[in-house]
Nanobody, 113 residues
């Protein structure tokens, strides 16, 4: 299944940036499509970004051009670089295997002035 531990969340003002990290164990992320999702208060779990085994990336329209997903297979790590953050990006962010519906515990991101 794999276990995932997210870090790097916090509070940031609108227009700011954060970099989320995800440490994976129990699996080799090089063998799987990996991704990030998020859940805002009162909303359903929503797709954010994913990166395929070959490195192809795909983003939700709401984050396209602002967020960048990347992976370091040697370190078994997944990252999400978030720029030009908006209040509507406030959510708990999860990393994991989107096709296996296997996610970590999440890290809170709050964007407000």
């Amino acid at each position: 299944q794999g276990q995932f531990v997210e870090s790097g969340g916090g509070w940031v003002q609108p227009g700011g940036s954060l970099r989320l990290s995800c440490a994976a164990s129990g699996i080799r992320i090089s063998e799987y499509t990996m991704g990030w999702s998020r859940q805002a208060p009162g909303d359903q779990h929503a797709f954010v970004a994913r990166v395929g085994v070959g490195g192809t990336t795909y983003y939700a329209d709401s984050v396209k051009g602002r967020f960048t997903i990347s992976r370091d297979n040697a370190k078994n790590m997944l990252y999400l670089e978030m720029n030009n953050l908006k209040p509507e990006d406030t959510a708990v962010y999860y990393c994991g295997r989107p096709y296996g519906n296997n996610w970590g515990q999440g890290t809170q991101v709050t964007v407000s002035s």
